[in-house]
T-cell receptor, first 115, second 112 residues
Framework: NAGVTQTPKFQVLKTGQSMTLQCAQDMNHEYMSWYRQDPGMGLRLIHYSVGAGITDQGEVPNGYNVSRSTTEDFPLRLLSAAPSQTSVYFC??????????????FGPGTRLTVL | SQQGEEDPQALSIQEGENATMNCSYKTSINNLQWYRQNSGRGLVHLILIRSNEREKHSGRLRVTLDTSKKSSSLLITASRAADTASYFCATVSRGGGNKLTFGTGTQLKVEL
């Protein structure tokens, strides 16, 4: 199993550009999520999904869109990039959902810089 | 907002010593998890403790949970240079399912 994969590893954007960060998992996990990590801030939840066709907002959803058309894929779209979105982005997946949410499997991250 | 706060923010010890990190959280939880992050890499799950458990062991790791004080500790015994990493606690709040909330982390450096 490849686990959780993310592409690209690095990306530089100009303010106002849009892009999609890709995330895929091959573990048949129902739960998938996106986090951003900024220095000294830990990880903050952007969006999550408990299954195909179901998404919801996390702590910092503004400026990001997600969709979940298949169990395997959970892309994160930046609509109009801003310097404040410069961060490292992590995708994660988990077998269990709801109150039984447990072990998260993380991808290697995408380092995004917005100029 | 951050649910968990780790203490200390940074810790430097010698190889062979024990390392203790603490996590405090604000609301009642279903479970608390600890993760490790090597520099520039993704997070790796270490251990999960449920709200009805008080202590859990995994190899050189020992986690305790005190729900009355809303706190947890992670003990790494006989530390090695390879344990150098950032350690994060994360909680699933009771009534807040589907969201895992991370603390700000402890940076551990183990020196030879």
């Amino acid at each position: 199993n490849a686990g959780v994969t993310q592409t690209p590893k690095f990306q530089v954007l100009k303010t106002g550009q849009s892009m999609t960060l890709q995330c895929a998992q091959d573990m048949n996990h129902e739960y998938m999520s996106w986090y951003r990590q900024d220095p000294g801030m830990g990880l903050r939840l952007i969006h999550y999904s408990v299954g195909a066709g179901i998404t919801d907002q996390g702590e910092v959803p503004n400026g990001y869109n997600v969709s979940r058309s298949t169990t395997e894929d959970f892309p994160l779209r930046l609509l109009s990039a801003a310097p404040s979105q410069t961060s490292v982005y992590f995708c994660a997946s988990s077998y269990s959902v709801g109150a039984r949410l447990d072990t998260q499997y993380f991808g290697p991250g995408t380092r995004l810089t917005v100029l | 907002s951050q649910q968990g706060e780790e203490d200390p923010q940074a810790l430097s010890i010698q190889e062979g010593e024990n390392a203790t990190m603490n996590c405090s959280y604000k609301t009642s939880i279903n479970n608390l998890q600890w993760y490790r992050q090597n520099s520039g890499r993704g997070l790796v799950h270490l251990i999960l403790i449920r709200s009805n458990e008080r202590e859990k062991h995994s190899g050189r790791l020992r986690v305790t949970l005190d729900t009355s004080k809303k706190s947890s500790s992670l003990l790494i015994t006989a530390s090695r240079a390879a344990d150098t990493a950032s350690y994060f606690c994360a909680t699933v709040s009771r009534g807040g399912g589907n969201k895992l909330t991370f603390g700000t982390g402890t940076q551990l450096k183990v020196e030879l």
